[in-house]
């Protein structure tokens, strides 16, 4: 287990398995009253200031309530050019109110083109959602959104355990439209992936299924990672990633992923520029 | 099935609630819950076409049973215990027969967060789902029972969500005592645990939320699963089905029809959506209004309907 996940790990524990407290309503207005968010400051960012809100930086899209709790779209743009001398290097993304906060840590380089990434989320209650941005240089950037919980119906969990399973590891990527050469282009992948929490209790044998999940994503053009990410249940199932990667010459897009049963899963791409 | 509002929304029609709860507590039991005999010895209850929420303590799906010489069945027993206390004081008042069995339609809370007041019935009656109820139940329960909190103001310790014992895989048969019924358990459709109730030879029969009539259809299975499933529904040669939402019809085969239009229209605009690389946030914005005259609660289920059928067919090959 490397450091990070000891932190994720440790913010989780902190929280408790359930997560924070229903009873206790979060506060839509004030991100930093939010104790569990407290909490994994503290752990990963200790004494470390971060400027918010940053929309110079960095802004953050989701609805204002979650449709689907198992579905919760979450976009992250930045506005900063991914150069050499300054870049983001790092985004955080927090759910508060999750049983494990820390739902996804994205590496991003120079070759990145953009620093944007957009993903699926599962949210279990009335939460503020944040994206962290750590530039190279180790300073920090934060936008929050708040998001409601859905209603009664609506769980975390998805909707075919059975049929998540038997296509386990497929996966897609996409790139439309034309490619030019030095312009960032998007991607997107797609990982079939039940991505369960493993916090369900099976009511015969009384054990909880295990935890089974995606936990790292890592994608490189010609050879050069562009983006890279540890991620957990949080994210939903049938693990979706958009992103920007930089063309410059004829290349493969390639993607691996390694599960929590160490299972690797990869798949190419050839990108031809204008 | 049925999200809420948030519990403010909601705040101004607490008293009221809590003046119906007092009611019904001072009267010692549970009032029973208005049913209509819709064949003999079959009683159904509708559910109103609102949200699970304080409001309606829960009352928002149908809820039935099948009467027969030795055995009642309950069919779905509402979304909180004391609704399913409701519906078992309605049960007394038609007849003295034992309950036998409780079957579960499917995994919603509003179907089934009732069953804990048959639970407690001497002797204890078998409770009946489809074979994948339980695991759906047990993944979803923890959520299901923090929503019956916030939403209702309902505490329900764990042991109050009352799981199957008797699985259905494909078909089983209840006997009540001169009175049959057919249990049938469907492929991924409005779940992945959509169990139909079929009386007798002709019918009724109970769909659950294999349809919807007035109330929106909520996509929580598979949306091209859920469309070969009508397809099958569509060769029964029945007198009259019951829906889990929605009044009860021998017109079933137009429900159906209307239903299947809304989410051919779902289906339909989302692949388009998805072939012209529209993210899944922008297609449920631009889709947001699209096909929904006529129908309850859009506001409340078409986005998410929207919402899981992106995910789900944008795995198509």
Same mark, same amino acid.
């Given at each position: 287990?490397?450091?990070?996940?000891?932190?994720?790990?440790?913010?989780?524990?902190?929280?408790?398995?359930?997560?924070?407290?229903?009873?206790?309503?979060?506060?839509?207005?004030?991100?930093?009253?939010?104790?569990?968010?407290?909490?994994?400051?503290?752990?990963?960012?200790?004494?470390?200031?971060?400027?918010?809100?940053?929309?110079?930086?960095?802004?953050?899209?989701?609805?204002?309530?979650?449709?689907?709790?198992?579905?919760?779209?979450?976009?992250?743009?930045?506005?900063?050019?991914?150069?050499?001398?300054?870049?983001?290097?790092?985004?955080?993304?927090?759910?508060?109110?999750?049983?494990?906060?820390?739902?996804?840590?994205?590496?991003?380089?120079?070759?990145?083109?953009?620093?944007?990434?957009?993903?699926?989320?599962?949210?279990?209650?009335?939460?503020?959602?944040?994206?962290?941005?750590?530039?190279?240089?180790?300073?920090?950037?934060?936008?929050?959104?708040?998001?409601?919980?859905?209603?009664?119906?609506?769980?975390?969990?998805?909707?075919?355990?059975?049929?998540?399973?038997?296509?386990?590891?497929?996966?897609?990527?996409?790139?439309?439209?034309?490619?030019?050469?030095?312009?960032?282009?998007?991607?997107?992948?797609?990982?079939?992936?039940?991505?369960?929490?493993?916090?369900?209790?099976?009511?015969?044998?009384?054990?909880?299924?295990?935890?089974?999940?995606?936990?790292?994503?890592?994608?490189?053009?010609?050879?050069?990672?562009?983006?890279?990410?540890?991620?957990?249940?949080?994210?939903?199932?049938?693990?979706?990633?958009?992103?920007?990667?930089?063309?410059?010459?004829?290349?493969?897009?390639?993607?691996?992923?390694?599960?929590?049963?160490?299972?690797?899963?990869?798949? /190419?791409?050839?990108?031809?520029?204008? | 099935?049925?999200?809420?509002?948030?519990?403010?929304?909601?705040?101004?029609?607490?008293?009221?609630?809590?003046?119906?709860?007092?009611?019904?507590?001072?009267?010692?039991?549970?009032?029973?819950?208005?049913?209509?005999?819709?064949?003999?010895?079959?009683?159904?209850?509708?559910?109103?076409?609102?949200?699970?929420?304080?409001?309606?303590?829960?009352?928002?799906?149908?809820?039935?049973?099948?009467?027969?010489?030795?055995?009642?069945?309950?069919?779905?027993?509402?979304?909180?215990?004391?609704?399913?206390?409701?519906?078992?004081?309605?049960?007394?008042?038609?007849?003295?027969?034992?309950?036998?069995?409780?079957?579960?339609?499917?995994?919603?809370?509003?179907?089934?967060?009732?069953?804990?007041?048959?639970?407690?019935?001497?002797?204890?009656?078998?409770?009946?789902?489809?074979?994948?109820?339980?695991?759906?139940?047990?993944?979803?329960?923890?959520?299901?029972?923090?929503?019956?909190?916030?939403?209702?103001?309902?505490?329900?310790?764990?042991?109050?969500?009352?799981?199957?014992?008797?699985?259905?895989?494909?078909?089983?048969?209840?006997?009540?005592?001169?009175?049959?019924?057919?249990?049938?358990?469907?492929?991924?459709?409005?779940?992945?645990?959509?169990?139909?109730?079929?009386?007798?030879?002709?019918?009724?029969?109970?769909?659950?939320?294999?349809?919807?009539?007035?109330?929106?259809? /909520?996509?929580?299975?598979?949306?091209?699963?859920?469309?070969?499933?009508?397809?099958?529904?569509?060769?029964?040669?029945?007198?009259?089905?019951?829906?889990?939402?929605?009044?009860?019809?021998?017109?079933?085969? /137009?429900?159906?029809?209307?239903?299947?239009?809304?989410?051919?229209?779902?289906?339909?605009?989302?692949?388009?959506?998805?072939?012209?690389?529209?993210?899944?946030?922008?297609?449920?914005?631009?889709?947001?209004?699209?096909?929904?005259?006529?129908?309850?609660?859009?506001?409340?289920?078409?986005?998410?309907?929207?919402?899981?059928?992106?995910?789900?067919?944008?795995?198509?090959?």
């Amino acid at each position: 287990m490397n450091t990070l996940r000891s932190l994720l790990l440790a913010a989780a524990l902190a929280l408790g398995a359930s997560g924070a407290s229903l009873a206790q309503q979060p506060n839509a207005d004030d991100p930093e009253a939010s104790t569990s968010w407290q909490q994994v400051r503290n752990a990963m960012f200790p004494g470390r200031s971060i400027t918010s809100p940053a929309e110079a930086i960095i802004s953050i899209e989701a609805p204002d309530r979650a449709q689907d709790a198992a579905i919760v779209p979450v976009s992250i743009r930045t506005h900063v050019e991914q150069r050499a001398e300054r870049y983001i290097e790092k985004v955080y993304l927090v759910i508060d109110n999750n049983p494990s906060p820390v739902g996804a840590v994205f590496h991003f380089t120079p070759a990145s083109g953009r620093a944007d990434i957009e993903t699926r989320v599962r949210v279990d209650a009335y939460t503020h959602v944040r994206a962290i941005a750590q530039m190279n240089d180790g300073e920090l950037f934060m936008a929050t959104r708040f998001v409601k919980a859905s209603g009664g119906c609506s769980a975390p969990p998805g909707k075919d355990m059975t049929a998540a399973m038997a296509s386990l590891g497929k996966m897609r990527f996409r790139v439309d439209g034309d490619i030019e050469a030095g312009k960032p282009a998007l991607a997107q992948l797609m990982i079939s992936h039940p991505n369960n929490s493993g916090l369900a209790m099976d009511q015969l044998t009384r054990l909880y299924t295990p935890a089974y999940f995606v936990r790292r994503v890592q994608v490189s053009y010609a050879g050069e990672p562009v983006l890279s990410a540890d991620v957990d249940f949080s994210i939903s199932e049938n693990p979706n990633f958009r992103f920007y990667f930089l063309p410059r010459g004829e290349g493969e897009l390639k993607a691996e992923v390694i599960d929590t049963n160490d299972l690797k899963f990869e798949t /190419v791409l050839s990108v031809a520029p204008k | 099935m049925k999200p809420c509002l948030p519990p403010f929304a909601c705040r101004r029609l607490v008293l009221l609630t809590a003046l119906l709860l007092g009611a019904v507590k001072a009267a010692g039991a549970a009032d029973a819950l208005p049913t209509a005999e819709i064949a003999p010895g079959v009683f159904v209850h509708q559910g109103q076409q609102q949200v699970w929420s304080h409001a309606n303590a829960g009352d928002v799906a149908n809820l039935g049973f099948v009467v027969g010489s030795q055995c009642v069945a309950v069919i779905d027993t509402g979304g909180s215990p004391q609704l399913g206390a409701a519906l078992l004081a309605a049960v007394r008042q038609a007849t003295p027969v034992p309950v036998c069995y409780v079957i579960n339609t499917h995994v919603h809370p509003d179907h089934l967060l009732g069953n804990q007041a048959f639970a407690a019935l001497e002797p204890r009656p078998r409770f009946v789902g489809h074979a994948r109820l339980p695991a759906s139940l047990s993944a979803r329960a923890p959520f299901y029972r923090d929503a019956l909190q916030r939403e209702l103001g309902v505490e329900l310790a764990a042991e109050g969500v009352i799981f199957p014992e008797v699985l259905v895989d494909d078909r089983h048969e209840l006997d009540l005592g001169g009175v049959r019924l057919t249990l049938r358990a469907w492929p991924t459709a409005h779940t992945d645990n959509d169990l139909s109730v079929q009386v007798g030879e002709r019918g009724p029969i109970f769909l659950g939320d294999l349809l919807f009539a007035g109330h929106l259809p /909520v996509i929580d299975g598979r949306l091209l699963g859920w469309l070969e499933v009508m397809d099958a529904l569509d060769t029964l040669d029945l007198e009259l089905a019951i829906p889990g939402h929605g009044a009860p019809s021998a017109d079933w085969k /137009v429900a159906m029809a209307v239903q299947r239009s809304y989410l051919l229209g779902v289906r339909d605009g989302v692949r388009a959506a998805i072939d012209a690389g529209t993210p899944i946030a922008e297609t449920v914005e631009a889709l947001a209004g699209a096909g929904v005259d006529n129908w309850l609660l859009v506001d409340e289920f078409h986005r998410r309907n929207l919402t899981a059928a992106y995910a789900e067919l944008e795995w198509e090959d």
